[in-house]
Nanobody, 114 residues
């Protein structure tokens, strides 16, 4: 069983930066595919970025060039560096982990851009 805990959310002005983190506990973290998802107010959850066990990344089109996903396997931690933030980035951000599909989810952290 894997537990995920996000941190680092908050409020920032448009154009600013934030870094959210996701600390994982449990086994086999290194072999998992990891991802960040977000749910804007009144909208469905959407994918933001993913990173596989080999470090290959993919991004939702609207965040390319502004958000960067990374992982530190030694510390069992996933990161999302967010630069040039826009009001449309306002959402609850969730990290997720799994093999083939995302079985494990964090509780979410709020990011508000004004």
């Amino acid at each position: 069983h894997v537990q995920l805990v996000e941190s680092g959310g908050g409020s920032v002005q448009a154009g600013g930066s934030l870094r959210v983190s996701c600390a994982a506990s449990g086994a086999i973290y290194r072999s998992y595919c990891l991802g960040w998802f977000r749910q804007p107010p009144g909208k469905q959850r959407e994918g933001v970025a993913t990173i596989d066990s080999g470090g290959s990344t993919s991004y939702f089109e609207s965040v390319k060039g502004r958000l960067t996903i990374s992982r530190d396997n030694a510390k069992n931690t996933l990161f999302l560096q967010m630069n040039s933030l826009k009001p449309d980035d306002t959402a609850v951000y969730y990290c997720a982990a799994g093999l083939g599909k995302y079985n494990f989810w964090g509780q979410g952290t709020q990011v508000t851009v004004s």
